[in-house]
């Protein structure tokens, strides 16, 4: 199999890491789609170097978070979400509580760090802190310590700011 046909075989297998990552990093669909692309292009540019010391989802991780955050960087984008005006105003009228649920946690995650965001992503896909400190790279002690201190972050907001629900 080429190399092409292998990367495509393995970015298709895994193009879900890719698709969280650009809606946890971007707010409108444009930026979105923007974001996938950049990461599948860096993704490619560094497939020759992926040796497979880890898993090809845990170095997929890798290149989609820093390519966000370089994207971030060197784009300025405003259309990132750190905007309170993520959940709209019917949020409250909303029959599925279970859907409001989920859209309150995602703006309690928005406003965390960026660093932050990748940890609860990764912890969210059921990743052990030792492998989301391979892909994060700091240790699993402190991927620890950051998952408590962000479950307590999480709740407080969620409580102040959406106590109805």
Sequence with gaps: MSVEKEFIKLLNQHQKIIHKVCSLYMNSQTAKED???????????AYGNFRGDAKFSTWLYRVALNTAITFYRKEKKTDFIYSTNIIPDSLN???D????????M????????????????????DYSYAEISDTIGITANHIAVKMNRIKIKLKEYT???????
């Design 97 to 104: 509580t279970t859907e409001s649920k989920l859209k309150c």
């Design 35 to 45: 974001l996938f692309q950049e990461i599948t292009l860096q993704a490619w540019k």
């Design 159 to 165: 409580q102040q700011n959406y106590s109805n629900l």
């Design 106 to 125: 995602y703006a309690a995650i928005s406003h965390l760090s960026k660093i932050d965001k990748a940890i609860v992503m990764l912890y969210l896909e």
């Design 93 to 95: 009228n909303e029959i």
